[in-house]
């Protein structure tokens, strides 16, 4: 069944995670572009500070008490979708929390929670949000991050959580497709991002933790995301940084064993010592309020390669299309004539 996606004015999407950082991000520029939303986080007066910001900008969104890694809450999300906006085109899976730290050192309790949220939440979300879109078609986003599909150290534990998110998401997809349902299913997966990441993470390192250069604004993430909401997409990666360690770590992965193990673990500590922080692993993280707060640095505010794969995709492929036909052009002027 061919999969058709409405505009954005015309849908009604679900994001979790939607208090802070890309969340924060996708549900703001999904208002002011007309979509109804449905916003979902553990941190109620945060989702209620949002929601009123965005009603008084015209906007119609609600806010829905939830945490991703208890199965139950989604089907409050669904139900509160339902009966505010008779149902729901997106879902998004974006709500993610990270631990820095040795594997040896990490607490087993800690990974286990991280995987409460980072997979058990996408798996809950993404069955939950396809019982209604196998009978209406729509567009299931998950986000995942670079780490998908190259583990880093320091994260051990999230990137075993991403690259689940990943299998998840590959094999959920296949099935729906093999069903002929009328479902676009999207993996982003993120570069280093400006938000609320680090002071979220539960630290286990003697030292602050830091973002690994690039370091991409939360809105460039946004983009990818309501992109894949409008036309459907398999992956989009988000930063051409998270295109290259991708592909490095699978064309190279002894070699990238050996200088990633080095380079990212020196990347990732800063040269400030640990401090005492409310982390977001088991509890509702500290009010931010904003898009970004990791870096001090600039983060950067667009990204060619994914403009080039998701808004000038078009444009893109007719250039290559050209460019291909003015090849095959000269060549067989060269060649001159066959008989």
């Known amino acids: 069944m061919k999969k058709t996606l409405k505009p954005l004015k015309q849908q009604v999407i679900v994001i979790t995670g939607a208090s802070s950082g890309i ?16 916003l979902a986080c553990r941190n109620k007066p945060a989702l209620d500070r ?9 906007a119609d969104a609600i806010a829905v008490k939830a945490d991703v890694g208890i199965q139950e809450d989604h089907r409050k999300i669904l139900d509160a979708a339902i009966t505010a906006f008779g149902g729901v085109e997106t879902w998004v899976n974006n709500a993610g929390v990270s631990i820095f730290g040795k594997l040896e050192e ?15 939440g996408v798996v809950y979300g993404s069955l939950t949000a396809i019982s209604q879109l196998r009978l209406t078609g729509g567009a299931l986003i998950n986000v995942g991050s670079e780490v998908s599909d190259r583990a880093v150290p320091l994260q051990g534990a999230y990137s075993a959580s991403k690259h689940a998110v990943k299998g998840f998401t590959d094999a959920l997809r ?11 299913v999207t993996l982003i997966k993120p570069a280093s991002i400006d938000t609320g990441f680090l002071q979220h993470a539960k630290n286990y390192l003697d030292v602050e933790p830091q973002l690994a250069p690039p370091v991409y604004d939360a809105k460039v993430v946004a983009e990818a995301i309501l992109y894949a909401a409008e036309h459907p997409m398999r992956d989009v990666f988000v930063g051409s940084a998270s295109k290259a360690i ?41 009010d931010l309020a904003r898009e970004s707060r990791d870096t001090d640095k600039h983060a950067r505010s667009f990204s060619v390669y994914t403009d080039m794969n998701t808004r000038w995709r078009a444009l893109t492929l007719t250039s290559a299309g050209l460019a291909i036909a003015y090849g095959v052009l000269r060549l067989a002027v060269r060649r001159g004539p066959t008989r």
């Open 106 to 120: 990490v607490a087993i309790d800690d990974q286990r929670q991280l995987f409460e949220t980072n997979y058990w």
């Open 50 to 58: 949002l929601v009123e910001e965005l009603k008084a900008e015209g």
């Open 23 to 38: 969340g924060l991000a996708t549900a703001r520029i999904a208002a002011r572009r007309g979509a109804r939303l449905v």
């Open 174 to 184: 296949m099935e729906l497709e093999a069903d002929g349902a009328p479902v676009s």
């Open 246 to 286: 991708s592909a490095f770590g699978q064309r190279m992965p002894s070699f990238a064993d050996k200088l990633l193990g080095r380079s990212m673990i020196r990347a990732q500590r800063s040269d400030r010592p640990a401090q005492a922080r409310h982390d977001a692993l088991w509890d509702a993280g500290d």
